[in-house]
């Protein structure tokens, strides 16, 4: 039952974000229009603020946390931080912008800030 929660609480709220994709995600971080990197902005703050209550939910309960799939930011970090990672994955020719958008920031997060024992 422990890890079956994980899997569940993220098969609940992942499917709203999966129909934002690495394409919108790139062509609103890399606008030159203010609305639309607000826009990725309040979305990558939002997938960190899920993200980040499902971990801490799962250390309350006990439940089997598989460090692999979540990231650690420091307390120090500003949202702004996060973005400017986010940003720098999504400036990449190599990424495949038919993943949700979702994939990649936790990707980009992650390979910063992944989680220590």
Request: aromatic fraction near 10%; proline fraction near 5%; hydrophobic fraction near 45%.
């Amino acid at each position: 039952m422990k890890r079956f929660l994980p899997a569940l609480l993220l098969a609940f709220s992942l499917p709203a974000l999966a129909q934002y994709t690495g394409a919108d995600l790139q062509r609103d971080i890399l606008s030159q229009k203010r609305e639309q990197q607000i826009a990725a902005l309040y979305y990558v703050g939002g997938v960190i603020d899920q993200t980040a209550m499902t971990y801490n939910f799962l250390k309350l309960t006990s439940a089997h946390i598989d460090k692999t799939v979540f990231f650690c930011i420091p307390a120090s970090a500003k949202l702004g931080d996060v973005f400017a990672v986010v940003k720098r994955r999504m400036e990449s020719p190599e990424i495949k912008l038919a993943e949700p958008a979702v994939t990649h920031i936790m990707q980009a997060v992650r390979s910063v800030w992944p989680c220590r024992e």
